[in-house]
């Protein structure tokens, strides 16, 4: 049995859980998400322990790789809906900065033009300065695509470190080119 899958999922207070055939909706204070689950696998909700559990019919191949896979994010949902995901960016450079003008983000990151990129509608992005981004969502998945859309916009080079990477991200650093001395 599948280590992850096999673990019953823990629902705190103030969210509601319903199931409706394939269909789970998982609803607290911070929104409301849902997911359409694989047939195979089975979702149900003891309301009383106040925990989700999630099997699956046999040990087939594929079974086996959906069980864990459909525990966690039906887990992932109960956890952003109670309290949200939340991505750190930084922005290193001179010069380099990020504004908000309503619901679309500009990066000012060394081209020519400024890149503009629409905030997801479930996604919230705020910016406690100018060199910083924080963004936070219920959905794990939204937050973490728009942080990796903002990232890939300008990624951190390895001989500088200018970019924009995630807070606390380690960037390998490479020696520039030698000084050629030498008469020749």
Do not use: W
Request: with cysteine.
């Amino acid at each position: 049995m599948s280590r992850i899958g096999r673990k019953p999922i823990p629902v705190p207070d103030g969210v509601e859980v319903k199931i409706d055939g394939n269909r789970v909706t998982v609803k607290g204070k911070h929104g409301e998400l849902s997911l359409q689950h694989h047939p195979n696998m089975t979702v149900v909700y003891d309301e009383q322990a106040r925990e989700i559990r999630v099997s699956r019919p046999d040990d087939q191949r594929q079974n086996r790789a959906l069980h864990g896979l459909t525990r966690a994010l039906i887990n992932n949902m109960v956890q952003g809906v109670h309290q949200p995901f939340e991505k750190r960016l930084e922005i290193v450079g001179v010069g380099y900065q990020a504004f908000l003008n309503g619901k679309e983000l500009e990066l000012q990151v060394g081209f020519a033009h400024s890149v503009k990129l629409t905030v997801p509608d479930n996604v919230q992005c705020e910016l406690p300065d100018t060199t910083h981004i924080v963004l936070r969502s219920p959905d794990k998945q939204a937050v973490g695509q728009f942080a990796a859309e903002i990232r890939r916009v300008r990624p951190p080079e390895p001989y500088k470190g200018k970019g924009i990477r995630y807070q606390g991200e380690h960037i390998r650093r490479k020696a520039g080119k030698a000084f050629a001395g030498g008469a020749g």
